[in-house]
């Protein structure tokens, strides 16, 4: 029973985490068609942020603070810089948020370092938790938290704001919206910084729970966000919930039973969904 | 606009939005050109697009559809859209249900609506008539005589009786080039015309 | 001969490429080069023109894919990488004899083909070039995070050096081997380009819907596809391990995907010769890059100019050198005829 509850925790931690970057990219990549590789790094860049401001300020939230406005300067930058000149044009697209990420993750090497540096937990969140007599890692709890409030954020604005309605609308047809009089591509940058604002979140989050930022950490997890969008279905909000809490329960069980399985178990998943489902759990066919 | 399939009816409907660029010639509203400028831009000058299939926003409830089209929030805009929802009653009832749970009639009536909220001095309404059952295209055919009382109407019809009942002046086109022009009365009482150039009663 | 008889005999040897009378002087030209080069220039560069030439196969076998059939593979060092492992692992384990090399080969062959076969199968499902993207991106870490944690085999991130068979150790003679099997594999991949097959596999590129209404499997062509250009890059693999005697799990990275990606960008996409233009250019530019070293350590910083390098020719220069060199010979070829 004990073990349960912990894999329970440690798999829905888990889920919040890719939650977090794959909530980003897959409503950037259902509205404006981009696969952004370039995700990754943003998620990369978070964490160095985050530890680089904890280190010298001794303020863990302004450290997540740092990292959330950094990723969104970044996606801005990216959208504008080079997305827009090759908007419409998907292996364009591709091959670019490529280029960006291998520029950028080599870039964090130039300024961090090729080593992989420490990452803390705050004091307030670096101890166990004792619940119905199971010992459990605050800060995994926190991660749940997080993601539950990020989750509920989403789907406020998604469902009652003006901008959730565009974005609805262009995930489906963005000419229509245009000819409703809607200045769409303004929408894509405040959904594309978003998208990047919210990974660097998740890669600041990521680093205190593994205890280190690596600069491999942000291919790594993007393939992991990759996965959960094409379970969940591209441009689905519930689908990337789900997407993310069947990978991170599953990640969570096989890492505790066996290890190296770990990161095929994934890809099997990801497999399975396609044969029965090629739009994914519950994308939409013809998208 | 009448013609065979493939004349270029949708195609300068499409130009006219600024969804395709203009490559010959002039578009212009009231003495201002409209070409190279970006469809939001065109659509806020006041012409309203209702595309061949719909489009309607699945996603979207009816109320929101019509709230998304708004350009403005207010007095008269209200106003307007209680003229729509009068003119199409069964978006009244609808009115909180997403519009992929929508009938093929009511997504069509839905797509009309959104073009009534703003004061769209145009509206390019494309094969509004494709698919519907007979009784639905009389109901669109009155409501679409009320909107004409407000706005133009640059109507692109394969549904010949429906488009001589709704429309005053036509032009015909044949291989994107427009080959005859005149009032429908003219062309409805023309079986050669017809024939000629609709394969009407070939 | 005449000038006809001159066009048609154009046309037989290089069938279908618009090569006017001066390109096939300097092909001539440029293959007398590359033939007298090794007795006038040193091993590096002869090693350096080697691995130019295996490259280039890795980069051709990567444009049969994008260029000529529309479909991104992120996985495709799986192919590479793992050609290179079986040789090695094989010569490692049982000696480096000729009989080895071809027990490689053929185990190379089966791997491609299985591999793409598998790969295939699941990735061309997503239905999209981007979710095709993904997958196969998977699908390449996969093999990389296998080939990392077998370390009794591989022997993990740390490599694997291996003896190769005698006949082969001389880096000069290595050098025409190389330019024989390039020359041979790119004659092979023209074939499959020109066949029925090849057609059916540009009108997907094209419009893949269309060719699905004209009752194609396309599903089918694109497997066929993905095993030859599989097998190509297997085989280039193998040559690779022969060439540097050494395998690491960077084989398999999508960093080494990239590189193919990269080079065909470069060269030109939609073109065999693209890529041999590309990987020649792109492996001279890190070789001299690397040489400035010396002179100011951002140059250690091969990376970066490699990825600013990809996002600039993505940006301004998306037809690749083959691409600006048929829109200058255009240009030329107006202005001769008075415009």
Known sequence: MDTFVILLINGLADAALIFLMAAGLSIILGMMGILNFAHGTMFLWGGYTSVWVFARTGNFWLGLLAAVLVGGCMGLLFERLFIRPVYGRVTAQILITLGLMIVFTDLARVIWGATALPAFRPALLDGMTVIFGIRIVQYRLFLIGVGLAVAIGIHTLINRTRIGMVMRAGIQAPEMVRALGIDIVKYFSFVFAGGAALAALGGALYVPLVGSVWSGMGMDNQVLAFIVVVIGGMGSFVGTAMGSLVVGLMGALVSWFFPPAAVVVNVLLMALVLVFKPSGLFGWEGK | ?202 | MSRTQFQSLRLKVFGGTRLGGGSILALILVALVLIVMPQFVGIVVVTLFTRIFILSVFGMSYDLLRGYSGIINLGHALFFGGGTYIAGIAFANFGASPQMLLVAVVATVVYSMAAALLMGKIAFRGGSVVACAMITLALGEIVRHLAENWRSVTHGADGLTFPIPDFLRDRVSFYYYALVFMVVMMLILRQFIQSPTGRVLMAIRENEQRAIFLGYNTATYKLVALQVAGIACGLSGVMFALSSRFANTDLLTVQQTLNALLVTIVGGTGTLYGAIVGTAFVQLAQFFLLGLRTLHPIFERWLLFFGAMYVLVVLFMPTGIVGLYHRLGDKWARRGRGN
């Open chain 2, 1 to 202: 606009m009448l013609g065979r399939n493939g004349a270029g009816k949708t195609t300068t409907l499409r130009t006219i939005m600024g969804l395709l660029r203009l490559a010959k010639g002039k578009i212009e509203l009231v003495g201002e050109s409209l070409a190279g400028l970006e469809t939001h831009h065109i659509a806020r000058r006041g012409i309203g697009y209702v595309p061949e299939d719909c489009v309607v926003f699945n996603m979207l409830t009816v109320e929101e559809n019509l709230e998304i089209a708004m350009h403005k929030q207010d007095k008269e805009t209200k106003e307007r859209l209680i003229y729509a929802l009068d003119l199409f009653p069964d978006l009244k009832i609808a009115y909180r249900r997403f519009a992929v749970t929508l009938s093929g009639g009511q997504r069509q009536m839905l797509a009309m609506a959104r073009s009534l909220v703003n004061d769209n001095k145009i509206i390019l309404i494309d094969e509004p008539s494709k698919g519907l059952a007979p009784i639905v295209v009389d109901k669109m055919a009155a409501a679409l005589i009320e909107v004409k009382k407000r706005s133009t109407l640059i109507l692109v019809e394969q549904n010949f009786p429906l488009a001589c009942a709704i429309g005053d002046r036509y032009v015909i086109l044949d291989s994107g080039k427009s080959v005859k022009s005149g009032t429908v009365h003219e062309l409805a009482t023309d079986e050669q015309l017809q024939s000629q150039y609709l394969s009407i009663g070939t």
